[in-house]
T-cell receptor, first 108, second 114 residues
Framework: QKEVEQDPGPLSVPEGAIVSLNCTYS??????FMWYRQYSRKGPELLMY????GNKEDGRFTAQVDKSSKYISLFIRDSQPSDSATYLC????????FGKGTRLHILP | EAGVAQSPRYKIIEKRQSVAFWCNPI?????LYWYQQILGQGPKLLIQ????????DSQLPKDRFSAERLKGVDSTLKIQPAKLEDSAVYLC????????????FGSGTRLTVV
């Protein structure tokens, strides 16, 4: 079992819909949980991070961590075409481990 | 604040040739990372520097890859000789010491080995 599992997609949703992106993990030592957004031919950019379990909201984005289930989620409300990108989950104990990324397409 | 600078943006070489990539981190960022991102995969850490010392190079294929950060600022990553499976985007990232939750990435160098 890989340390971090993420469905690669692609995921296509209409503009304005709520998007749900998820990752599962196996290493219970992970403490920091992050979501990165990567546009085509660009490096990843940090979108959100959370420490341990709980929710964190930033504008249209909400990150959730459930350590008991080893499951993290990113929700995007009122999705826009500019949200079309690859979303990478990442987790950290002594180094950051990335998921494969989910390609998201928001259809106008 | 200027971002992480990388060059070149693209490189095409034949297998068994050598290639070098350059990275200039954000000013003041003591920690520098090189990642390899193969198409359809997440980034994989190759090497981490703090100032000019290596913190982690456990996933660096040392028979062909080398990296240095001589003055604790910019860094070079070299591959010699290159293999077809080295085709990937090589990303450099930097962070402040103790910023455990995220780095700033450059745009990467896209390497194609033919």
């Amino acid at each position: 079992q890989k340390e971090v599992e993420q469905d690669p997609g692609p995921l296509s949703v209409p503009e304005g819909a709520i998007v749900s992106l998820n990752c599962t993990y196996s290493n219970s030592a992970f403490q920091y949980f992050m979501w990165y957004r990567q546009y085509s031919r660009k490096g990843p950019e940090l979108l959100m991070y959370t420490y341990s379990s709980g929710n964190k909201e930033d504008g249209r984005f909400t990150a959730q961590v459930d350590k008991s289930s080893k499951y993290i989620s990113l929700f995007i409300r009122d999705s826009q075409p500019s949200d079309s990108a690859t979303y990478l989950c990442a987790m950290r104990d002594d180094k950051i481990i990335f998921g494969k990324g989910t390609r998201l397409h928001i259809l106008p | 604040e200027a971002g992480v600078a990388q060059s070149p943006r693209y490189k095409i070489i034949e297998k068994r040739q050598s290639v070098a990539f350059w990275c200039n981190p954000i000013s003041g960022h003591a920690t520098l990372y090189w990642y390899q991102q193969i198409l359809g995969q997440g980034p994989k850490l190759l090497i981490q520097f703090q100032n000019n010392g290596v913190v982690d190079d456990s996933q660096l294929p040392k028979d062909r890859f080398s990296a240095e950060r001589l003055k604790g600022v910019d860094s070079t990553l070299k591959i010699q000789p290159a293999k077809l499976e080295d085709s990937a985007v090589y990303l450099c990232a930097s962070s402040l010491v103790g910023r455990d939750y995220g780095y700033t990435f450059g745009s990467g160098t896209r390497l194609t080995v033919v």
